[in-house]
C-alpha cells in the first residue's frame, strides 16, 4: 500500500482524504474547522486525528495541499533572490491557491520595515516585545542585530557548536502575520569592541534597561492574572506565593514592585556570557496576565524573571508582605558569596 495524504484549506472547513495509490482506493476522509483566527495548523491538527481514528496511522507517502477558500488563504512569500527564490514562492503560494499579502525578499527594505508592527525577543528565561507605535528605535535596533546575524552566517555557524544563547526573533506585520526565526550561538567576547559585530549589538541590547522594562510591563490591554513566586535555594522550589483571588492585591504589590525595580534599572539583563553581569538568587518570578483580543476572547500571557540583590524594592515588598524574613534575605546573600565569592553582592 501506497497511502497519500490530501488536504484542502477551505474557508470554513478542513478537508482531508487518505487514498491508496496502489489499491487506487480511498482510505478515509475526515474534515475539522479550518482555525483561521488562530493557527490554520491547529484545525490540521484536530483533522489528522479525526483521520487517524477512521484509517489507523498511515506512513503516508507523499502529502498534496491546496486552499478552496473563497479568496484564497493568507500567505507570506520569502526568498533570498527576487527572481528566483522569492518568485518561485510565490508561484507555488498562489499554486496552491493563496493569496498573497507580502513578499519579502534578501534584506528588508524601509518600506518593509514599516509593515512591521511588533518585535519580540526570547531567550532562555528572557521574553520581551517592542511595538513600532511605541518604540521604533528599538524595533530598529533589533532588526539591524538581526542583518547583522545574517552577515556573518559562517562564524555564526561555528560558534553555535558552544551555543549560550538560544535567541527567538518574531516580528509581527500589520495584517496579523507571524514570522520567526531562531538563532543559536555564542557570544565572542573578543568582538565586543566592535560595535557592528552581533556579539557587541548582542551585550549593548542584553545590557539595556529598556529590556527589563519591556520584559515585566503588561500592555494597555492586559490584566494581571497571577504572579507565583518560588525560591529554589533549597533545591526543590518552596512556593513563597501562589495568588489567587483571595491575594490578588499581594500579587499587585508585589509586581508594582517589581516593575518599579524595572523602571530604575534595577534588574540587570540576562547574561551575555557565562559569568558576565550580575548574579541572582535562586528566586523566580513568573507573571501571568492575559489580554483583550480585537476579535473577542483573551489571550493569554507568561514570563518569568529572577530576583536580584540589586531589587531593592522586590526584596522589600517581599519582607513587607511576610512572604521571607530577613535571616531568609541573608542566607540568599550567603549562598551567592559561597558560589560566587564576595563581589557577587556588588
Known amino acids: 500500500m501506497r497511502p497519500v495524504l490530501l488536504i484542502d484549506f477551505g474557508s470554513t472547513y478542513t478537508k482531508l482524504t487518505a487514498v491508496d495509490l496502489d489499491g487506487e482506493a480511498l482510505l478515509g476522509t475526515a474534515a475539522a474547522y479550518t482555525t483561521v483566527q488562530t493557527d490554520i495548523s491547529d484545525g490540521l491538527r484536530e483533522g489528522l486525528a479525526r483521520l487517524e481514528e477512521r484509517t489507523g496511522k498511515l506512513d503516508y507517502l507523499q502529502t498534496y495541499a491546496c486552499s478552496s477558500a473563497a479568496g484564497g488563504l493568507r500567505m507570506i512569500a520569502s526568498g533570498l533572490v527576487p527572481e528566483l527564490t522569492s518568485e518561485a514562492a510565490k508561484l507555488a503560494s498562489l499554486g496552491a491557491g493563496a493569496k498573497i499579502v507580502g513578499l519579502y525578499s534578501f534584506e528588508l527594505t524601509e518600506d518593509d520595515l514599516e509593515d512591521i508592527q511588533a518585535v519580540s525577543i526570547a531567550d532562555m528565561d528572557l521574553r520581551a516585545t517592542y511595538f513600532t507605535e511605541d518604540d521604533r528605535e528599538m524595533v530598529e535596533r533589533i532588526v539591524r542585530l538581526h542583518r547583522a546575524l545574517l552577515s556573518d552566517k559562517e562564524l555564526l555557524r561555528r560558534e553555535a557548536y558552544g551555543d549560550y544563547h538560544c535567541l527567538l526573533l518574531t516580528y ?24 557592528a559585530s552581533w556579539s557587541a549589538q548582542v551585550a549593548a541590547l542584553y545590557r539595556d534597561p529598556a529590556l527589563a522594562v519591556s520584559q515585566v510591563t503588561i500592555p494597555d490591554n492586559g490584566t494581571l492574572t497571577s504572579i507565583f513566586a518560588y525560591d529554589f535555594a533549597n533545591g526543590y522550589g518552596e512556593e513563597l506565593l501562589e495568588s489567587s483571588e483571595a491575594q490578588s492585591s499581594s500579587a499587585k504589590v508585589l509586581y508594582d514592585a517589581i516593575l518599579q525595580d524595572a ?13 558576565d553581569g550580575e548574579y541572582p538568587y ?6 501571568e496576565y492575559r489580554t483583550v483580543e480585537e476579535r473577542g476572547g483573551y489571550q493569554h500571557h507568561y514570563d518569568a524573571i529572577q530576583l536580584y ?14 512572604l521571607v524574613t530577613e535571616a531568609r534575605v541573608e542566607l540568599w546573600n550567603q549562598a551567592l558569596v559561597e558560589q560566587y565569592g564576595e563581589d557577587a553582592l556588588g
Open 263 to 275: 523602571r530604575e534599572g534595577n534588574i540587570p539583563g540576562p547574561p551575555v556570557f557565562p559569568g
Open 309 to 322: 540583590p540589586s531589587m531593592e524594592h522586590t526584596i522589600g515588598t517581599l519582607l513587607d508582605l511576610e
Open 172 to 195: 509581527t506585520l500589520k495584517n496579523g502575520t507571524a514570522l520567526s526565526r531562531v538563532y543559536r550561538f555564542s557570544v565572542q567576547e573578543d568582538r565586543l569592541d566592535d560595535p
Open 282 to 287: 535562586d528566586v523566580r518570578f513568573e507573571i
